[in-house]
């Protein structure tokens, strides 16, 4: 029920959350962004135009919540992710900025049909669950791209150009790689 755009990659992330917020708000959308992790309140991650998530909605959601919780053994990941769509969800957003925490294909982010997908740059991150090369860790992260939704990739890197561009070949995504487009 959410316009999503999703967003991976290695650094950059919250900057396009950022950045992209900006301009919708600039449009006068209502912007819900979800990002990770936080500097000093755990509400840093998921706001409405600027706006950090109410303390009450919070508390309210884990309480209401942690049964479901517990029994299906949540990570405090995916814990933040569901807060995150029910907020977003209720407070009727019409889009939302949306970063992956690690990876891409196994995130819990990942389970949305997005209206766009963009993919920063790819550097050595979580190797011990992505891999120790840039063509897996890549690979990972290309896990966000999903059946004709666009694609942007933020940096054409040689080791990581073929995993995106036969990626997106086989979900038939429209691919952009920005730094040759600007």
Not at 67 to 78: L, Q
């Amino acid at each position: 029920h959410l316009k999503c755009i999703h967003i991976a990659g290695t650094n950059g992330k919250g900057s396009v959350s950022h950045i992209t917020a900006s301009i919708l708000q600039e449009q006068g959308y209502k912007v819900g962004v979800f990002v990770s992790p936080h500097y000093k309140d755990y509400r840093e991650r998921i706001k409405i135009n600027g706006k950090l998530i109410s303390k009450n909605f919070v508390t309210n959601f884990v309480a209401k919540n942690l049964p479901k919780f517990k029994k299906v053994n949540a990570s405090f990941f995916e814990i933040s992710t569901a807060m995150a769509f029910q907020y977003f969800y209720e407070k009727k957003v019409d889009y939302v900025l949306l970063e992956t925490g690690m990876g891409g294909r196994l995130d819990s982010t990942n389970i949305i049909k997005p209206i766009l997908s963009v993919i920063t740059n790819i550097s050595y991150d979580h190797q011990q669950f992505l891999g120790y090369t840039l063509t897996k860790i890549a690979t990972e992260k290309a896990g966000i791209i999903k059946r004709e939704i666009p694609i942007v990739i933020g940096e054409t890197q040689k080791e990581t150009k073929t995993v995106f561009l036969q990626k997106a070949k086989y979900e038939n995504a429209p691919i952009i790689f920005a730094d040759k487009e600007v």
